[in-house]
């Protein structure tokens, strides 16, 4: 699943309008054939709903130059077939069952994919990132919750109803669950960089982020407070890793940029592993917070591909 797969079997001259929805802002850009150009944020305002972040899309499409096709990656959890959110939390109103792909198809005239935003990050990184020349691999997010992504042989996997992926549910304490209550005990509550941060304010309410929460870690009450939560995350990776066999585990999210938490989870995860997994390369992303938008990249030039359109 490396570059030259992708730059071969895509449509490699065709420009593509992107946009990545988060559930803060909306990244847009125009895809040329070689790199990313007219890249924007937009706050998104989800708490309009689905309706108005869709017609914000639209104007931001509307604003390029023309393109071939269009790549949305969007949070909520989506039907790639027909470009379809099947479900969306309360974050965004009225979005779940919006036909978005066939929306925008309509409305520009063009082929339109869409993914979920975490699916559209690990194609990105396969293709042109941390996961580059890796066929089986996953890709773990962690923000306001833990999301993943798995690829095997070259394929992103989706499940049965595409919404495979869904790492923030393990169950690591077990203790805690409650019924109807989902995600209680489950690595999400423990491992997120929410979770980081509610542990913090128990002991210091001013470290209400993950910046200043990294300032302070030359006190060593918040190193003990970081280093148990890095334990968490720990549990979650051991059991991935021992359930896919992957070649490599890709770490996004912001909170994963702290240099300390990479060396802390590759100084330890080794010790945690059966042998014939140590050789299981941890890495953090490489594409940033441009992963989203490389991987509608991706997903649109299969779209061409898929129509005919390519080469």
Same mark, same amino acid.
Request: net charge negative.
């Given at each position: 699943?490396?570059?030259?797969?992708?730059r071969r079997e895509g449509a490699k001259d065709k420009?593509?309008?992107?946009?990545?929805?988060?559930?803060?802002?909306?990244?847009?850009?125009?895809?040329?054939?070689?790199?990313?150009?007219?890249?924007?944020?937009?706050?998104?305002?989800?708490?309009?709903?689905?309706? %108005?972040?869709?017609?914000?899309?639209?104007?931001?499409?509307?604003?390029?130059?023309?393109?071939?096709?269009?790549?949305?990656?969007?949070?909520?959890?989506?039907?790639?077939?027909?470009?379809?959110?099947?479900? %969306?939390?309360?974050?965004?109103?009225?979005?779940?069952?919006?036909?978005?792909?066939?929306?925008?198809?309509?409305?520009?005239?063009?082929?339109?994919?869409?993914?979920?935003?975490?699916? %559209?990050?690990?194609?990105?990184?396969?293709?042109?990132g941390a996961g580059a020349g890796h066929r089986d691999?996953?890709?773990?997010?962690?923000?306001?919750?833990?999301?993943?992504?798995?690829?095997?042989?070259?394929?992103?996997?989706?499940?049965?109803?595409?919404?495979?992926?869904?790492?923030?549910?393990?169950?690591?304490?077990?203790?805690?669950?409650?019924?109807?209550?989902?995600?209680?005990?489950?690595?999400?509550?423990?491992?997120?960089?929410?979770?980081?941060?509610?542990?913090?304010?128990?002991?210091?309410?001013?470290?209400?982020?993950?910046?200043?929460?990294?300032?302070?870690?030359?006190?060593?009450?918040?190193?003990?407070?970081?280093?148990?939560?890095?334990?968490?995350?720990?549990?979650?990776?051991?059991?991935?890793?021992?359930?896919?066999?992957?070649?490599?585990?890709?770490?996004?999210?912001?909170?994963?940029?702290?240099?300390?938490?990479?060396?802390?989870?590759?100084?330890?995860?080794?010790?945690?592993?059966?042998?014939?997994?140590?050789?299981?390369?941890?890495?953090? %992303?490489?594409?940033?917070?441009?992963?989203?938008?490389?991987?509608?990249?991706?997903?649109?030039?299969?779209?061409?591909?898929?129509?005919?359109?390519?080469?």
């Amino acid at each position: 699943m490396g570059r030259e797969d992708v730059r071969r079997e895509g449509a490699k001259d065709k420009r593509i309008a992107v946009c990545d929805i988060g559930g803060t802002k909306i990244k847009s850009a125009l895809w040329n054939g070689r790199k990313l150009t007219n890249m924007r944020e937009t706050d998104t305002q989800a708490w309009q709903g689905g309706e %108005a972040i869709l017609c914000r899309v639209e104007e931001l499409l509307s604003s390029v130059e023309a393109f071939d096709a269009v790549g949305i990656s969007t949070a909520g959890q989506v039907n790639p077939l027909d470009g379809s959110i099947l479900y %969306a939390n309360s974050n965004i109103p009225g979005y779940t069952g919006m036909a978005v792909g066939a929306r925008l198809e309509e409305r520009f005239g063009v082929p339109a994919a869409v993914e979920n935003d975490v699916n %559209a990050a690990a194609l990105g990184e396969g293709c042109y990132g941390a996961g580059a020349g890796h066929r089986d691999f996953l890709c773990i997010t962690y923000g306001t919750g833990v999301g993943g992504a798995i690829v095997t042989g070259g394929q992103l996997y989706r499940g049965s109803g595409f919404s495979s992926g869904e790492f923030g549910g393990i169950v690591t304490h077990p203790e805690a669950v409650r019924e109807n209550e989902p995600y209680s005990g489950c690595y999400e509550r423990y491992a997120s960089t929410t979770a980081l941060v509610e542990r913090m304010k128990a002991y210091d309410g001013q470290l209400d982020n993950g910046r200043l929460i990294f300032a302070q870690l030359e006190n060593p009450q918040v190193r003990r407070i970081v280093d148990a939560w890095i334990d968490e995350v720990l549990h979650g990776l051991v059991t991935l890793i021992h359930i896919f066999d992957p070649s490599c585990v890709i770490l996004g999210g912001g909170i994963m940029a702290q240099k300390y938490i990479l060396d802390q989870i590759r100084e330890k995860i080794g010790r945690r592993l059966i042998p014939s997994f140590a050789g299981v390369q941890i890495k953090p %992303a490489g594409l940033g917070n441009q992963a989203g938008l490389m991987g509608a990249v991706c997903i649109a030039e299969e779209r061409l591909r898929r129509k005919g359109y390519a080469e």
